[in-house]
């Protein structure tokens, strides 16, 4: 049985100009261990199909379809019961540090109530057990730093208090939302090997929210690209990296600056803009931007698997 | 704040949605539609525009005067058979009339007093914004000083020590009110000093003054309405305020508070001439502070408040 | 440690900040009253000249203006406001000092009901956002700011009072019901207004990020909103309780004359409108002082409350 399994999401939001569809029809499965990478520019929905299933919507949203948590629908829990998961069995880590922690309240307060709530543990242990999880990301003297505010920490360093926070229970499956976007590459590196870490440790699966392909590569072994609320490609990093199907996740790739690549190969940044989430298009979302648009592409390409479980959504089947 | 569509946060969309790219709707448009959505605004303003017109014609249009005495119906209560439809006080004068007729004043002290503060907030507050820096400190600090004393019992010392005339009134109103306007105007203009788009006209070569004119008025034209609307019911209620201690309007002129206070020495016997002029006074206060409301929330929908 | 050397500058400096507030209190008060036109002593009779000149000798009214203002400024820095001048045997300090408990008892009565009250108002309407209950909610808030207290007092006494019979209309017994309407009316308009302002900033920090994390870790609804959400939320209503306290003792006065409560506000009023210069200068120094300090108290709250201050203060 896979460790998480979503079916049919489908997000929305109610908005004064109409309903915005963050998520359309959204597939994908996690095994135990698996460290899954979601990609996709902003606005492509995958924040919020991980606020779907966190139950973190903001209150004009709404959700239909399934995700399935170790047998159990996360998406039909009342609050009170996805809150022995959150937290717990499933930890989050945010992208923004200078918002993500209350401003009001002690590092150490912040990080403890996590394990007591939900270990049941003392607070001598609690704090104790938070320290240590401090030393791990390799915040400086975390006997003191503890005691601190979150305004006396740098935005990296705050970084990785949230990642500490993150994985103090130990979780079953980690959610990470671009967790190193706001820090320097040195930093980045030691977090992705903490997350790493936390996988080969204690099993854990991983997904992880990101635009930067690079920390993709470090980190995870499959892809899941995002664009305008639906998937149109999953696959390996090999896969995706190296025979890519999709035309936007070719662009993709041909925005970003390789190494593997000759020093004169020319960077594209991809036309154009995403579409208007409130009135999507009939057919395939991409072939306004689409530089291998055809007649066929009005219609709703469907999803294609070959068997290397590696699937996309285009007409143009193969890659050039 | 009470009914208008909170747009809760869906962040990371907002930038993706591609609203502003279809149709070009300026922000006064913007601030226009949500006003009108917001119900409660839109009854007061329609209930306050009555008000206005029934006190500037009613008492044209009805036949008593406010102060003939009908001595064969004193204290009596309202009736459309004697002719007062809301009642008489105990010497005979019509409620109605004058309650409408009070209303002139109290209306006219929350207009004038309420654009003396505008005038002296306006022009002391851009004059620190303009000029930042030591000056902008200093008449800061004096508008924190004045902030912090008791200035309604300033209001009142000034009516014991110059006696109680109505011109006195709004000049002692408005003078102690401003301090708001100051503190909003200073901080606009200081922000908007600094902004792009007016260093960029600056770099353009437009002159200071067509600077002020046609990006500093109009930037502070929203937050400048919203005050003015809150701070009529503010001046509107203090004037009823002194009246009602016997320090505000003397007879033969009346306001709504002059009137609430006199229907609270009779209110046992004719409960009606408290009643009434307690009624009007509420709903002008309630009306001018959802319109108020309204437009806040309509010219800041981010903020909450 | 190092926060509370911050917290002890920010007291310095912000007590520091205090003086100037006083003396420009104290000086508008004096030069106010003194360019009042016509004396203490000229409203009733015509006094023989050789006894108002010993009248205006008593009362230093002879000296020149700057050295009177000098003279009271000792005085009041060691708080001692003078004699009244219309009630003969008395100092202003024993008028304030009898005037001021029945004040105080049923000001503090209304103040703690308001914020109280508010807050748990404000946190129910914000809780339950454009529900029918938050809609209702902030309607009556709205009415509770609009109606004047010299309005909502007399209905109150004709309702209550009158027509029930169950409360007194006015008097001072030191009794719980001569309180009860009089606590009411004072504390009506501040409840509304801070039911608003708790509502407002709890549907605000109820938006942001930390709370979404705090929701992430699983804890319980009523440990979000209680540990998490209600300090920041209250922060505004802190900061609002000096105004509030100003406008309370603005609103006494009018409350104490409907209510015949012999409360420092019935002096003031007997006093203005009798020229008493002492009094009204001793009671608005008096009340501008205590509003002056609660001010700076409400600040010191705020800064403890809010450790960013503490750390600003600090770099």
Request: charged fraction near 15%; proline fraction near 5%.
């Amino acid at each position: 049985m896979s460790l998480l399994e979503v079916k049919g999401l489908n997000v929305g939001f109610d908005t004064p100009e109409g309903e915005v569809h963050a998520v359309n029809n959204l597939n994908f499965s996690l095994n135990a261990g698996d460290a899954l990478a979601i990609v996709g520019e902003s606005g492509s929905g995958k924040t919020q199909t991980v606020m779907a299933i966190m139950g973190l919507l903001a209150e004009n949203g709404h959700v239909n379809g399934q995700a399935m948590f170790k047998g159990k629908d996360l998406l039909q829990m009342s609050t009170s019961e996805l809150n022995k998961h959150r937290g717990s069995e499933i930890a989050m880590i945010f992208q923004d540090p200078m918002t993500s922690l209350n401003p009001y309240l002690s590092i150490e307060k912040q990080m403890i109530e996590v394990v007591i709530h939900h270990q049941g543990l003392n607070k001598a242990e609690a704090r104790a057990h938070a320290v240590e999880m401090l030393r791990a990301v390799r915040i400086p003297d975390p006997e003191r730093s503890i005691r601190q505010y979150p305004h006396e920490f740098s935005g990296g360093m705050r970084q990785r208090v949230i990642v500490a926070m993150g994985l103090l229970c130990e979780p079953d499956l980690l959610i990470a939302d671009e967790p190193t976007t706001a820090l320097d590459v040195t930093v980045q590196t030691h977090i992705s090997h903490l997350m790493s870490a936390l996988r080969q440790n204690s099993n854990a699966a991983i997904i992880l929210i990101t635009h930067d392909l690079g920390v993709v590569a470090g980190l995870c072994d499959r892809v899941l690209v995002m664009y305008a609320g639906e998937a149109v490609e999953c696959g390996t990093v090999e896969q995706i990296y190296y025979d890519p199907k999709h035309p936007y996740t070719q662009g993709l790739l041909n925005s970003v600056p390789r190494l593997d690549r000759p020093e004169d190969t020319e960077l594209h940044a991809i036309p154009g803009n995403p579409p208007n989430l409130l009135s999507l298009p009939e057919g395939c979302k991409f072939r306004d931007r689409c530089p291998k648009a055809y007649a066929a592409c009005t219609e709703t390409p469907p999803m294609q698997i070959d068997e290397g479980q590696h699937a996309h959504c285009c007409f143009r089947g193969a890659s050039e | 704040m009470t009914k208008t569509t909170d747009t809760p946060a869906i962040d990371p969309f907002e930038a993706a949605l591609g609203i502003s790219d279809d149709k070009g709707r300026s922000p006064w448009e913007d601030a226009w539609h949500r006003l009108l959505k917001n119900r409660a605004a839109v009854y007061s303003a329609y209930i306050m525009a009555f008000m206005i017109m029934l006190v500037l014609l009613g008492p044209l249009l009805i036949s008593w005067e406010s102060d003939f005495t009908d001595w064969d119906h004193t204290s009596s209560p309202p009736s459309l058979q004697s002719g007062h439809w809301f009642g008489t006080d105990s010497v005979g004068r019509d409620i109605l009339v004058r309650t409408l007729e009070g209303g002139r004043i109290s209306l006219l002290v929350g207009l004038v007093a309420t654009i003396v503060s505008l005038l002296i907030g306006v022009s002391y507050g851009a004059t620190a914004g303009y000029f930042g820096g030591r000056a902008d400190r200093i008449m800061m600090r004096v508008v924190d000083i004045i902030y912090a004393l008791p200035f309604l019992f300033f209001i009142i010392l000034l009516m014991v020590v110059f006696g109680r005339h109505i011109l006195l009134i709004f000049v002692a109103i408005g003078a102690i009110n401003w301090l708001d306007m100051a503190r909003i105007v200073r901080g606009q203009t200081l922000s908007l000093k600094n902004t792009e788009f007016i260093e960029a006209a600056r770099a353009c070569g437009v002159g200071d003054w067509a600077i002020i004119r046609r990006h500093i008025v109009p930037n502070l034209l929203g937050v400048v309405m919203v005050y003015v609307t809150l701070t009529i019911p503010q001046v509107i209620l203090i004037e009823s305020f002194l009246s009602f201690l016997g320090l505000g309007v003397q007879e033969p002129m009346s306001s709504w508070g002059a009137l609430v206070s006199d229907g609270a020495q009779d209110m046992e016997s004719a409960p009606w001439t408290l009643i009434v002029p307690s009624v009007f006074l509420t709903a002008t206060l309630y009306c001018f502070n959802f319109i108020g409301d309204g437009l806040r929330d309509a010219l800041d929908p981010k903020d909450h408040f | 440690m190092m926060q509370d050397t911050g917290m002890a500058r920010h007291t310095l400096r912000r007590f520091l900040g205090l003086i100037p507030t006083l003396l420009m209190l104290i000086t508008v008060a004096f030069f106010l009253m003194r360019v009042a036109p016509g004396g203490p002593f000229d409203s009733e009779m015509v006094l023989p000249p050789e006894i108002e000149a010993n009248l205006n000798a008593k009362y230093h009214l002879d000296e020149p203006l700057l050295r009177q203002y000098f003279r009271y400024l000792g005085q009041v820095a060691v708080l001692d406001f003078g004699p009244s001048i219309q009630y003969k045997d008395w100092t202003v300090n024993e008028l304030i000092a009898q005037g001021l408990p029945v004040s105080m008892r049923v000001g503090l009565t209304a103040i703690v009901v308001a914020f109280v009250l508010g807050t748990l108002l404000g946190i129910t309407a914000a809780l339950k956002q454009n529900t029918g209950m938050d809609y209702s909610l902030m309607g009556a808030a709205m009415l509770g700011m609009s109606i004047p207290n010299f309005v909502i007092a007399p209905v109150l006494i004709l309702l209550l009072a009158v027509y029930a019979g169950w409360l007194p209309a006015g008097g001072w017994d030191s009794g719980i019901a001569s309180m009860v309407l009089p606590v009411i009316t004072l504390s009506l308009p501040v409840t509304a207004y801070v039911a608003r302002l708790t509502r407002g900033s709890m549907i605000e920090v109820l938006h942001s990020n930390f709370i979404r994390t705090a929701r992430a870790k699983g804890l319980p609804e009523m440990v979000v909103i209680t540990r998490h959400a209600l300090r920041p939320a209250l922060l505004p209503v802190i900061s609002f309780m000096g105004p509030a306290t100003a406008g309370m003792i603005s609103g006494s006065v009018v409350i104490e004359r409907i209510f015949s409560i012999p409360g420092l506000g019935s002096y003031f009023v007997q006093g203005a409108l009798n020229r008493d210069y002492t009094l009204v200068m001793g009671v608005v120094i008096f009340y501008g002082v205590l509003i002056i300090l609660l001010n700076f108290m409400v600040d010191l709250i705020y800064a403890w409350l809010d450790p960013k201050i503490r750390y600003d203060e600090n770099h």
